[in-house]
């Protein structure tokens, strides 16, 4: 509990601030929410500009 109030602070005061921030995930946002609650991800998904990129893993493919 406590460190989502943490990330729902830090989130808020980006937000206020209008300030940039860069997050990335791989998580849609059904699991955003089932994993940080409604209020973090409402913040989140507000505040951005989604930019979707799919592919392969690179990683995975110079690993083989």
Known sequence: EWGREQLYLLIDGI???RRWC????NL???ELVATFDVP?????IGMSR???VSGDDW???SAA
Request: glycine share 0%; with cysteine.
């Open 59 to 61: 990683r995975l493919e």
């Open 50 to 52: 989604i930019i979707t």
């Open 28 to 30: 849609t946002e059904e």
């Open 15 to 17: 937000c206020s601030r």
């Open 40 to 44: 973090v991800t409402s913040r989140i």
């Open 22 to 25: 860069i997050i990335t995930s």
